[in-house]
């Protein structure tokens, strides 16, 4: 009923077709991808080597998952560093393995692009991907934050994570939002926002067509002193991906940014679809204070509102973002295990931390600066 092949780049298929099934799926929207691939971002030399798979009836394409091998674990915000040390300990290659998530970037979506997931249809991606792993030597198989719903596979472990999104209740404004939390939280927020208007900035949002080119290579310059500073790298994207992805997905980017007179001195980017607001890439050149918590967070609540967008996702982790009336959500990923002396020590390592995560998003909640309704 079903047939299947992998390609080793997005231009093996259409646009149109592609976008089929991707829909509204920003983050795995043809754009986006072929946009990492011709930028020169995810290749064999980057350890994000393209692997798309493809699954068929009768020659009609149902099913893409965007995949890459990887050759390392770095950009992925499914942490599995302890697995692969673990491998090598035994004198085991981990990598390379098959991987389906969005690079670089730690975004909740489906990540099977298909009209229908039946249970047949899981049950062939399971399958293949577990063959997969055995004829190519991947160590494993993985899909990272999905958020469609998965049938239960006993050669699939699910592994479960935290992440803080923010959520527009309809308010009218930014004040409507603050009148939602505590006196002690409102007044944190006023005092943050007053700290990063007293360092004399202007604050403006830019559309893709009103970013010039000094203005993006200034944003890139400020990515990846940010980088460097937090990380000891420049960041996993290049310039040729933000020049491209203006052209790619225009009415999707937004920058927000920090201008010390005509100097760009600190910008965050945004993408956005029909539902959520994307926070995704900040920097800066120097230190202000607050300035992160205004262009990252109050700036793109007060966006949402704006624009009555339902989401906001301000990134991974950041326990700093309950206070700011950020919700913990769970996040959710499979991980196929080929070495079965590993998969049974990692299926008892998953269901300790799953009580653990469990524990811990309820301490989140315990927090959380709303006034008692």
Known sequence: MFSHKFISSINAISLQTWQELAGDNLFCSYPWMHTLEESGCVNSETGWQPQHLLIYTEKVLVAILPGYLKSHSYGEYVFDWAWADAYQRYGLDYYPKWLCGVPFSPITGNRILCKALTEPLAEYIFQTLKHSCNIN??????INFFTEHLPANDDFLSRQGVQFHWHNNSYINFNDFLNTLTSRRRKMIKKERQQAQSNALTIKWLTADEID???????????????LKRSGHQGYLNLAFFQQLLLALPKAVHLCCAFNAQQLVAASLYLCDKHTLYGRYWGALEDYQSLHFELCYYQGIEHA?????????????????????????????????????FRDAIADFLQREHMRIKQYKAQCLSVLPFKQQ
Not at 314 to 330: C, D, I, N, S, Y
Request: net charge negative; with cysteine.
């Open 305 to 341: 509102i704006e624009f009555e967008i339902e989401k906001f996702d301000a990134g991974a982790q950041g326990e700093h973002k309950l206070m700011r009336g950020f919700k913990p959500v769970t996040t959710h990923s499979i991980h196929h295990i080929s070495n079965s002396m």
């Open 137 to 142: 030597n991947w160590s494993g198989a993985h």
């Open 213 to 227: 080119t000094d203005t993006l290579v200034s944003f890139y310059q400020c990515y990846q002193a940010t980088y």
